[in-house]
């Protein structure tokens, strides 16, 4: 005997107002759009069809339906131990972009490849520029140190004919640069996006996956699976978010007239207080915080620039003309 059935909103007014995700999974929908998702789906004690949350192979497949269906992806898949990630709050993050950009285009999103967008770290999953270019016709360069990363990415694009010309991918040859490395001279990027490491160690990160698997399956799991949480550099490295940003808002600099916008998730509010610091020792000239949730969970997108007001306007202007 299940219990009652639960009642739940129509729509999940968290998200941005444009994000395809905001209704609840409809998992007969999904499945006739990719009938592999099937075996994984059943009913959970609410008597409502879910997945198992919890076994990295139904998450990536409902990756694979979510993208086959949303943003007709034909061919998804990552190399085991690579990180699965939740296309709802990656969407929204592209979507606020968008909305950052329209602020220095007299409050139009923009559309269509002049907007050249760089996802420093695109991992295995290649997730941003596909929303990015499916939503708005942005074209993207998507960096990474790891170069198995970037075969993975490499094969989506490859494997789907409508992201091949849009998106670009360079090799991170330092792993301690963000910028450096990536960014070339004749660059003209209007929106950099970056999810960046979140924890400060391995064993940081192992607590933290087996947090998240204990909480799905409502025990404690003391082991954790393989394929579920991510690769090292996509989960943590030396100093964690904090240095992470740190380095990126110090390195952006340098790159102040290659790229109108630079931003970057950041899952803890405890951090902003010296990111802001730090973006006012670089004296960026503009700086917005963007709220963000989904389900219990909230995080923020950090944005800056060094351009004025003019400047910004002036920049869009220069990419219709071209």
């Not at 170069?147 to 670009?168: D, F, M, V, W, Y």
């Not at 007239?257 to 950041?266: H, I, M, R, Y």
Request: proline content about 5%; hydrophobic content about 35%.
């Amino acid at each position: 005997m299940h219990p009652p059935k639960r009642e739940h909103p129509k729509e999940k007014t968290g998200l941005h107002p444009r994000n395809k995700h905001r209704a609840r999974y409809n998992f007969k929908e999904l499945t006739r759009s990719c009938p592999e998702l099937a075996p994984y789906v059943r009913l959970n004690e609410y008597n409502d069809e879910s997945i198992d949350f919890s076994n990295a192979d139904a998450v990536k497949m409902l990756n694979s339906a979510i993208l086959k269906q949303t943003y007709s992806i034909n061919y998804w898949n990552i190399p085991q131990g690579y990180l699965c990630p939740p296309i709802p709050g990656r969407a929204d993050y592209i979507h606020h972009g968008a909305d950052v950009i329209a602020g220095s285009n007299r409050g139009n999103v923009p559309k269509g490849k002049r907007i050249v967008c760089l996802d420093i770290g695109v991992g295995a999953n290649c997730i941003y520029p596909i929303i990015g270019t499916k939503e708005y016709g942005w074209t993207f360069i998507g960096s990474d140190s790891e170069p198995a990363a970037l075969a993975s990415a490499s094969t989506i694009i490859e494997k789907n004919s409508s992201l091949q010309g849009l998106i670009s991918l360079r090799l991170q040859p330092n792993a301690n640069d963000i910028f450096r490395g990536i960014i070339r001279a004749d660059d003209h990027i209007t929106l950099s996006v970056c999810n960046p490491p979140f924890h400060t160690s391995f064993e940081e990160a192992q607590a933290g996956t087996l947090r998240k698997l204990s909480n799905l399956q409502r025990k404690r799991i003391t082991k954790p699976l393989l394929n579920f949480g991510g690769k090292n550099n996509e989960l943590w490295c030396e100093g964690g978010e904090e240095r992470f940003v740190k380095t990126m808002i110090l390195q952006s600099k340098e790159f102040a007239e290659s790229c109108l916008w630079f931003s970057t998730l950041v899952s803890k509010q405890a951090h902003l207080k010296n990111i802001y610091r730090t973006l006012n020792k670089v004296q960026a000239l503009d700086v917005k915080t963007v709220q963000m949730s989904q389900g219990n969970k909230t995080s923020r997108i950090v944005a800056w620039t060094f351009h004025t007001k003019a400047q910004q306007e002036s920049w869009m202007d220069a990419l219709r003309d071209k």
